[in-house]
């Protein structure tokens, strides 16, 4: 790729226009070709991200690049949604990430290819993050628990909370502000449910999941023996049921061998203090008969 192109990528977070690759002398049968070998991904007519990044991209990496690139084409807009999310650096789980949600001067609420225009929400003033303009964070998780639901909307807020990005007050004042009642109770439970100790996606989802089977869940909970601290479990059932989310990613190389004996010597030690251990993965979660099945047979050995 040409010297200009690259600089032009890089300066601009990896993104750029049809115009503003004609500004370092990119006519449209360069752009073609870049788009064939993979140098340039177009994203939307006129609009395009490096190829390299785009294919090295989580998909919330990729919900960014799309969403900051469709802002170059719609000056005013601001993101929103799922899309303020990822700007904010959230994770996002159960959300389509294909498609950009913006606020803007729209009278209603239009749905075109890949994206979603809002409109203004009354009483929201946009912030800027890297530049980016986007809606305050509460607003944004605010209208996600109203769009995608309260799952989704809770694995940004687990993640904000623990980070200390926001507050569970400013959440309910975003909610409402934007919601009606059905979407202010939506946002109160899902406040309820919230723990700034969830240290990941998976252990949102699995706490949650334990909550909705009506188990007595804690959280991040410091277990000791006669020989001292023997660890912080990611959940507590009961009195004796330890419940671990493993996401099955931290185990490889040799620093993951090393983790994982670590990880065995803690499990030994707290099978030894009376505990029982069910690791949950991801698959798990999607099967709440088989989880609450796990819970209640740890249950009875423990007894």
Same mark, same amino acid.
């Given at each position: 790729?040409? /010297?200009? @192109?690259?600089?032009?990528?890089? &300066?601009?977070?990896? !993104? ?10 990119? $006519? ?19 609009l395009f991200a490096a190829g390299p990044v785009?294919?090295?991209? /989580? ?9 900051? %690139? ?26 389509? /990430? ?7 001067? *729209? ?7 890949? =994206? ?24 944004? @998780? ?8 309260? !799952? ?11 980070? &200390? %990005?926001?507050? *569970?007050?400013?959440?309910?004042? %975003? &909610?409402?502000? =934007? ?7 939506? @946002?109160?439970?899902? @406040? ?26 804690? *959280?991040?909970?410091? !277990? ?29 190389? %040799? ?31 999607? $099967? ?16």
């Amino acid at each position: 790729m040409d /010297t200009r @192109i690259r600089a032009l990528l890089t &300066g601009r977070g990896q !993104i750029c226009t049809t115009t503003q690759l004609r500004a370092v002398d990119a $006519d449209e049968a360069t752009v073609a070709r870049l788009v064939r070998e993979g140098s340039l991904v177009r994203l939307r007519r006129g609009l395009f991200a490096a190829g390299p990044v785009w294919q090295a991209a /989580t998909p919330e990496r990729r919900l960014s690049l799309r969403t900051r %690139a469709v802002l170059l084409d719609r000056p005013g807009a601001v993101a929103s949604h799922a899309s303020a999310a990822v700007i904010h650096g959230l994770p996002l789980w159960g959300v389509a /990430t294909s498609t950009v949600d913006l606020v803007c001067t *729209t009278p209603r609420r239009r749905v075109r290819s890949g =994206l979603r225009l809002h409109p203004w929400p009354a009483g929201v003033s946009p912030t800027s993050t890297d530049g980016v303009p986007v809606v305050p964070l509460p607003v944004a @998780i605010a209208q996600m628990a109203a769009e995608c639901g309260s !799952i989704p909307a809770l694995v940004c807020l687990d993640r904000a909370l623990h980070e &200390g %990005a926001v507050t *569970t007050g400013a959440v309910a004042e %975003a &909610g409402a502000l =934007l919601l009606g009642p059905r979407g202010r109770l939506r @946002i109160e439970s899902m @406040i309820e449910r919230s723990d700034p100790g969830c240290e990941s996606v998976g252990e949102t989802r699995t706490r949650a999941l334990l909550i909705d089977l009506g188990l007595p869940v804690r *959280t991040q909970v410091t !277990i000791r023996d006669g020989e001292g601290f023997v660890g912080r479990v990611d959940f507590l059932v009961g009195e004796r049921v330890v419940v671990e989310f493993d996401g099955m990613l931290k185990y490889g190389g %040799a620093d993951g061998r090393r983790a994982l004996q670590s990880e065995k010597a803690r499990e030994d030690r707290l099978r030894a203090a009376g505990y029982v251990v069910v690791r949950l993965v991801w698959a798990d979660l999607d $099967d709440p008969e088989r989880v609450l099945d796990l819970v209640h047979r740890a249950s009875r050995r423990a007894a």
